[in-house]
């Protein structure tokens, strides 16, 4: 990753206008979870952003394994996976599956993944799959600060390598997650809210705000007015692509907590002032 010319400084939380926010896109692994866990205030936060009548929808580069489980047992509207490769929402009929690419782009670019990155996985000493690219469709991910422990070096050699072969590949705060196709979180953000909502998502217009916490949110933090870290972006605000709008005073799922509560916060004051 780049190193940025100019390191950008979010706003303070406390200066984002979320008076016309509609509903809430999130990233997932260190910025919902704390520590590698979700905790209850966390999941409580995202109850009382439902129960308020805000959209709320995860964004991961988490397995569509993973997806599938969060759509049906958290209180969220739809979950994206696999960095936009596909994603899940309720219908009439029960829960409905939207891939961004064709059954025969995604055969053939999933057999050519799975070689580039055996390749790439040999070149790199202690490089190995994340456990649960078992339960992938679209991407793969190479653990570096999960189970294993590459550090920052080694991650970047990997993005590296992969890159040279064609491979699109950005880390999250625990993998280097990498895939072949033509989609990314906002991309596929924008293809959830056609098909869920039968709305052309506007980001810059204030209607949604997105959170994250690292490398593979920086095409939505460039795209969404209300663009908000949690605590921990500032590791690597160096280096991202386009750093948040806003952040959190607190890191990780307590951030997320401190975003719903000012969010629940100025949605309140603007029913009473109506």
Known sequence: MPASSKVVTPRP?????LSRAEGVFTDVDGTLTTGHKLRSDTVRALERLSDSGLRVVLVSGRPAGWGEAWARQLP?????????GLFFLRGKRGLRKVYLESPAERVANRRRLQAEVARVLKQVPGARLSVDSAYTEVDLAV????EARLGEEGASRIESLLH???????????????WLGRFDKLSATRRFARVAW???????????????DSFNDAPMFQAFELGVGVANVRAVLD??????????????????EELARTLLARRSRRAREE
């Open 13 to 17: 939380l406390r200066e984002a206008d």
């Open 76 to 84: 969220v509207d739809g979950v994206i996976v696999e960095n936009g």
């Open 143 to 146: 653990d570096y600060n999960e």
């Open 164 to 178: 040279a072969r064609g491979v699109t590949a950005v880390r999250s705060s625990v993998h280097v997650n990498c």
């Open 198 to 212: 039968g709305e052309k998502l506007e980001p810059r217009h204030g209607r949604y705000v997105y959170v994250g």
């Open 239 to 256: 280096r991202i692509d386009a750093p948040p709008a806003f952040i959190t005073r607190a890191a990780e799922g307590k951030g997320f």
